[in-house]
C-alpha cells in the first residue's frame, strides 16, 4: 500500500504563496487536486516519474511549479500570486499504472489532503 502524507497548507493573505509537499513511500507520477467546498475536485498539477515533465490546470499556469526530490521520493507544489478562489484543501495522489495522467479516477492513491486557505 502506498502512503502519501502532505504538509505545507496553511493561511495566507491575498497575493501570498503556499509550499505544499508530499512524501511518498515509492516512486511514482504524482498529481496534485484540489476541492474547494460545494465542488468537485479538480485536477492543479501533475509531474512525471522523472520529474523532467509538468503540466498545470489553465488556472495556475505561471502561478504554479511542481517539482520533486527523488531521493526523498517527495513532490513539491509551489504556488504562487494566490486568490482567494484558490482556497481548497488540495490532494497529492499517485498513479501506478499511467505516466502523466491527468484526471483524478486515473491516480490510484491519494493522501489526506491539506487546507490552503487564501484570505482577502
Known amino acids: 500500500q502506498v502512503q502519501l502524507v502532505e504538509s505545507g497548507g496553511g493561511l495566507v493573505q491575498d497575493g501570498g504563496s503556499l509550499r505544499l509537499s508530499c512524501a511518498a513511500s515509492g516512486r511514482y507520477p504524482m498529481g496534485w487536486f484540489r476541492q474547494a467546498p460545494g465542488k468537485d475536485r479538480e485536477f492543479v498539477a501533475v509531474i512525471s516519474w522523472s520529474g523532467v515533465l509538468t503540466d498545470y490546470a489553465d488556472s495556475l499556469k505561471g502561478r504554479a511549479t511542481s517539482s520533486r526530490d527523488s531521493a526523498k521520493n517527495t513532490v513539491y507544489q509551489q504556488m504562487s500570486n494566490l486568490k482567494p478562489e484558490d482556497t481548497a484543501v488540495y490532494y497529492c495522489?499517485?498513479?501506478?499504472?499511467?505516466?502523466?495522467?491527468?484526471?483524478?479516477?486515473?491516480?490510484?492513491?491519494w493522501g489526506q489532503g491539506t487546507q490552503g486557505t487564501v484570505s482577502s
Open positions: 495522489a499517485a498513479a501506478a499504472g499511467r505516466a502523466f495522467p491527468n484526471r483524478a479516477y486515473e491516480y490510484d492513491y
